[in-house]
């Protein structure tokens, strides 16, 4: 398999595997009022469009019979830049939603507790693969994926931490404040990843 090809599929599983989390989180939040499970929404549906973003334009600048590299470099930049500004957007809107909840009971938190443990697993890998293909084929979008799902996996470990306390202890002022604080961390490394991302420039070939 070329390298091309290789990281044209992981790019393809990223999205297959990223599209049911903003599903599954968002039905959660029918029964669940957690700030953290809100702000994960917020945060998933942000980045499956930066996962989008980042497929589509890898594969169209791979096209070298179409594209220069002047151009290829210049959508790559524009995509990356996109990630950046989702990851940015992300992290902002929780830190917001942190600290809009109160103390009232916050529902079944259950579906966002899920997806959050599967996401550490799954995100870890992809930020193990990402880092490998960008290694044997230099490219800024291998590379922003991999920042992406550094984050995307300390994010989750942060998240099921936060839900988890409010799974075992509804409602204490424990759960309350980890909920928040949880919120607040992701929203924080969010926000620095985003800013990194943006800085990334398009590897010369």
């Known amino acids: 398999m070329s390298k091309h090809k290789s990281g044209r599929n992981t790019l393809l599983m990223s999205v297959l595997m990223s599209?049911?989390?903003?599903?599954?989180v968002g039905m959660g939040l029918m029964t669940g009022r957690s700030s953290t499970q809100i702000a994960d929404f917020v945060r998933r549906s942000a980045e499956l469009l930066a996962i989008i973003a980042a497929f589509a334009v890898y594969q169209?600048?791979?096209?070298?019979?179409?594209?220069?590299?002047?151009?290829?470099?210049?959508?790559?930049?524009?995509?990356?830049?996109?990630?950046?500004?989702?990851?940015?957007?992300?992290?902002?809107?929780?830190?917001?939603?942190?600290?809009?909840?109160?103390?009232?009971?916050?529902?079944?938190?259950?579906?966002?507790?899920?997806?959050?443990?599967?996401?550490?697993?799954a995100n870890g890998l992809f930020w193990k693969k990402y880092t490998r293909l960008h290694r044997q084929e230099p490219n800024a979008i291998l590379k922003v994926q991999a920042v992406l799902y550094r984050a995307k996996t300390?994010?989750?470990?942060?998240?099921?931490?936060?839900?988890?306390?409010?799974?075992?202890?509804?409602?204490?002022?424990?759960?309350?404040?980890?909920?928040?604080?949880?919120?607040?961390?992701?929203?924080?490394?969010?926000?620095?990843?985003?800013?990194?991302?943006?800085?990334?420039?398009?590897?010369?070939?």
């Open 60 to 121: 169209l600048t791979n096209q070298k019979e179409s594209f220069d590299q002047e151009k290829k470099q210049r959508l790559e930049r524009i995509a990356n830049v996109f990630v950046g500004a989702m990851m940015c957007l992300g992290g902002s809107i929780m830190f917001l939603l942190a600290f809009m909840s109160d103390n009232e009971d916050k529902g079944n938190v259950i579906p966002g507790l899920t997806i959050a443990v599967l996401g550490v697993i």
């Open 19 to 24: 599209a049911p989390g903003p599903l599954v």
């Open 154 to 205: 300390l994010v989750d470990g942060c998240v099921t931490l936060a839900l988890f306390s409010v799974a075992m202890l509804p409602g204490s002022e424990i759960s309350f404040w980890l909920d928040r604080i949880g919120s607040a961390i992701v929203a924080f490394y969010l926000a620095w990843s985003g800013i990194r991302t943006i800085r990334i420039r398009p590897e010369k070939q």
